[in-house]
């Protein structure tokens, strides 16, 4: 309808070997290291989530593609990389119903439904943990599992069933630092050994993959950098004891930001592609996040900051659309 | 800082289409463009400030007074009426563009249930006529803010492949809902 939308600009343009296949096949070998972190943490059950989320999405694209009479483009690899998002947002100890439903609802609805790969305009996986939290929320809240820590990060004595972050919401930063606190807290926080969805756990594995897609350009820097250093500013600024009392770290460790950041925000197509765009983009999930996690009904935010983010992307994106030099098109 | 809260709570916890589903007719007509989308929220903020502040003192001087209680949504529908007609008259003189392009939904702001709504929310919740108006202003806003983010998505189903029987409204009502969705983030917000 509007032809003004295919120019992207003037010639000559940047070639790449970069492929759509490629770059979601290396996304989702890159997240394979928390997974078997999190099938050692948590238990094989684990992996089975993680089949049935794949397996499941990749059914129902080829469903979907088939009865709406597209080519089936499963080797894209999206379709996975869809469920495996959705099982890494999941609780651990959760039925396999869910992943099953969740994917259904993620590719169908959430991607099929508007055209396919590159026109959704919410992430898929993220919509369909939304979908879930209100279709099984005792299942979504409850689920937890606790890890068992290595000799080497034994500290005190684990008994809380909640997630970090659910802890420090409704007890407070004392009974948070007790449980989590202190260099041995912090490093199991760390590496991975802490209850929480199948696929956040490990800041470190997941920020090792995140810097690798940095490296290889398949995300720039400025929706990641822009979320961490806007939850960290405000989780500093809004402290439990007054301004400027607050524990940066203990929010950027926790719960699903790192994860978020790199893997979830940075969807190409739910995400602006103007840098400056992009850094309001991941400003605005950052702020969103510390908002639920410190005013909100939840303990954990990023799902949703990263949904709301996606509804005004396309309002981003139009806000710092380039000048152009030409004088304007003639209206007719 | 009470006014502040209001403000927060009437445009975003409580949005009126997201989360209230109030007023969804005009929101899935007039969002096709977002030129259109931010015409039609600026009349909304304006019809429902006005209403707001008109029918709160009828209802205190002389709905309650007289004990005329169960005429309220009648009296309220006819100062609407009114008003709509006054914005339709001010925006043909002044803004022609705008004024075709909203075409039906203009005069359909009357029995839009946003601004019935919130002129009956503000008697139930008992404000002041200060407080309506801005809790009316700001629901104003959140209706806008809904409109706009909704009409820059569907500028995009232009050109995107969507399902033939799914083009259109069916694509915009699963829209709303998805957003619906998101909006669930300001659930439990202080309200």
């Known amino acids: ?332 | 800082m009470d006014y502040f809260l209001l403000v927060i709570s009437a445009v975003f916890i409580n949005n009126i289409v997201l989360v209230q589903y109030l007023g969804t007719c005009p929101f899935l007509g007039t969002s096709k463009s977002t030129d259109v989308a931010l015409g039609m929220g600026g009349a909304v903020i304006f019809v429902i400030g006005m209403s707001v502040a008109l029918t709160w003192p009828i209802q205190k001087a002389i709905l309650e007074p007289f004990g005329l209680g169960y005429l309220q949504t009648i009296v309220f529908i006819l100062v609407i009426a009114s008003l709509v007609q006054f914005v339709e008259m001010f925006l043909k003189k002044l803004l022609p563009p705008l004024y075709r392009a909203l075409g039906l939904y203009l005069p359909l702001i009357t029995t839009n249930c946003a601004v019935l709504g919130s002129a009956i929310l503000v008697q139930k919740n008992g404000y002041g006529l200060a407080k309506s108006v801005v809790f009316g202003l700001a629901t104003g806003v959140g209706f806008t803010l809904a409109l706009v983010i909704i009409s820059s998505i569907r500028e995009r189903f232009d050109i995107s492949p969507i399902p033939q029987v799914f083009r259109g409204v069916p694509i915009a009502l699963i829209t709303a809902g998805l957003m619906s969705l998101a909006f669930l983030a300001f659930k439990g917000m202080a309200s």
């Not at chain 1, 993620?106 to 369909?128: S, T, V, Y």
């Not at chain 1, 897609?213 to 961490?228: D, E, G, K, T």
């Not at chain 1, 004891?241 to 190409?268: K, N, R």
Request: hydrophobic letters at 55%; a positive charge.
């Open chain 1, 1 to 332: 309808m509007s032809p003004r939308l295919w120019k992207v600009g003037v010639a000559p343009h940047v070639r790449d070997n970069a492929t759509v296949a490629g770059i979601m096949w290396t996304v989702f070998a890159v997240l394979l290291p928390q997974l078997f972190l999190s099938a050692y943490v948590f238990g094989p059950r684990v992996l089975a989530l993680a089949g049935v989320g794949v397996g499941t999405s990749m059914l129902a694209e080829a469903a979907m593609q088939r009865l709406l009479g597209k080519p089936v483009s499963l080797s894209d690899g999206s379709a996975a990389l869809t469920g495996l998002l959705l099982v890494y947002v999941l609780p651990p100890g959760v039925s396999l119903v869910l992943p099953f439903w969740g994917a259904i609802f993620a590719i169908c609805i959430g991607k099929q439904l508007f055209g396919g790969l590159g026109f959704n305009f919410f992430n898929p996986a993220l919509i369909a943990r939304a979908f879930l939290a209100v279709g099984f929320p005792v299942a979504m809240t409850t689920t937890w599992i606790m890890p068992e820590l290595p000799a080497f990060l034994a500290g005190p004595d684990a008994v809380a069933s909640a997630t970090p972050l659910a802890l420090l919401k409704h007890s407070g930063l004392a009974a948070y630092l007790a449980q989590y606190g202190g260099p041995h807290g912090l490093w199991a926080s760390f590496l991975g050994f802490k209850p929480g969805s199948v696929g956040e756990t490990s800041p470190l594995l997941l920020g090792l993959g995140g810097l690798y897609l940095l490296w290889r350009r398949i995300i720039s820097w400025h929706i990641p950098v822009a979320m961490i250093a806007s939850t960290a500013l405000l989780a500093w600024v809004f402290g439990p004891e007054g301004l400027f009392t607050g524990q940066p770290l203990v929010h950027v460790l926790s719960g699903g930001l790192i994860l978020g950041a790199f893997f979830m925000a940075t969807d190409y197509v739910t995400s602006p592609s103007q840098p400056l765009a992009k850094l309001v983009f991941g400003a605005g999930c950052g702020a969103l996040t510390m908002l639920i996690r410190l005013k909100g009904g939840y303990p954990e935010g990023v799902c949703y900051a990263i949904l709301l983010m996606n509804c005004v992307s396309p309002v981003l994106e139009d806000w710092v659309r380039p000048r152009r030099f030409a004088p304007p098109l003639k209206k007719d």
